[in-house]
């Protein structure tokens, strides 16, 4: 039988570019699908990144006048993935973050540039390109969220298409006058496209439009079908709720795996843990803290906004110096939050440091060496901090919320007298419920034989994209056998006649 074909739609791909979690599983699932059977083609923007990556590339498809300029479609194989990238320089030669210009500002040409995107998975969805056409069109974000729109609004059959959110927070809104420049018709702009609020909704097109919805975690689809969590969206995702589904992210086990991990000093695994302890004294070194193998050491990777509730951490920072804990703190984000870290560092010398930046060794570095890692997100699509905590036995501190609450098990009492637990999980989030985790943690510590074992739970724990690989395969399969009902695609029926 012939391998299912599935094009991969993003803006992010790691290891070419990536802002957060969304590039790690879009660069991590393809090889996983390839053990089920499925191949996939990752079509992302043509950033400089991109670009460098791919120095031999067959052109598949010339777009000329796409946008504002001449593009094309190059394809090529770096990284282990099979990328299309849409070499459009008049939207994507800008270098640093793909999203913000040098002001910190979003590009004012957004819109257009991921309407491109999306405009390229379209065609490559209705098998313009012979060698690429997919049986299953995926689309991940807002960036790609118009992915459907074109298909629904355009001429010809075309591939299924399954939108995954991977975060809720960001929709990617446009004034409605933007229609025509994005290439939409004007029936595009209803209810049941692509219009949301008087705006147009990007992600709101590929909710509505997509055959199949998922999101990262069992908790989150449930989650954003509430008014709390469904940031305006959740009447559409109650409505649409039998074509909603789950699947959590698994964590790249070959770039984290402590055993191997180039980018720690001390390697190490369940067996030969006591290794551990290098790691730490490296990371307190880095981190100009206390050379103490008995303190607590808490440590933070994250993005520092207010999503990861970083401010519940700033003011909960009184739990972790009754406990005589160490923190480290690496991340970067919202100006006033990384002031509020450096400053409150400085005030605890020796047992405190903040690093601001995003630093790829470093986060392995905490992982690898921090005791217990705090993850007090307002809310968590999936996270990957926790699932890589976990791996290298650094106990995850989280808040009960989307695929935090799905990974960890909290190792309260009652779990620890049935040999459970693999972390702290708590909740509502606050700054109180915060505190009070820390002294758990505190607690535990203390008893250093149980926290050993709850560490080796931890770190038997499977984050590998196995198991999630084999739910998208069976979805992909699912949809794909389904008679396809597209009015475009065919021709009318006797059926159609008689009615
Ligand atoms: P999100 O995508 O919402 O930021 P996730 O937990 O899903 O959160 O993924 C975050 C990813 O980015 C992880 O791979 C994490 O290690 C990484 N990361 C976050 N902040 C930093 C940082 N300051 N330096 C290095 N890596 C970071």
Redesign the pocket.
Known sequence: MKPLAVLSVASEAFPFV?????A?VVGALPAALAAEGVTVWTLVPGYPGVLAALPVADVALRLPDFYGGDARLVVGRAAGLDVVALDAPHLYARPGNPYLGPDGREWPDNALRYAALAAAAAELARGRVPTLAPDIVHAHDWQAGLTPAFLRYGEGGHAATVMTV??LAFQGQFPHQLLPALGLPPEAFSIEGVEYYGSIGFLKAGLALADRITTVSPTYAGEIRTPEGGMGLDGLLRARAGVLSGIL?GLDTAAWDPATDPLIPANFDVRTLPRRSANKTALQARFGLDPDPNALLFGV???LTW??GMDLLHEALPAVDRAHAQLVV???GDRPLEAAFTAAAARRPGRMAT?I????A??HLV?AGADALL?PSRF???????L?ALRYGSLPVAARVGGLADTIVDANDMALASSAGTGFVFSPVSRETLEIVVDRVAALWRQQVVWRRVQVRAMFTDVGWTRPARCYAALYGELAAQEHAHPAAHAPTHADAAT
């Open positions: 990536k802002t957060g979690g969304l790690d991977h975060n992210n990777v994250s993005r999503q990861k690496l991340g970067a690093m930046g995003y630093d790829e470093l986060a992982q993850v968590e699509p999936c996270g990957l901090t926790q890589a």
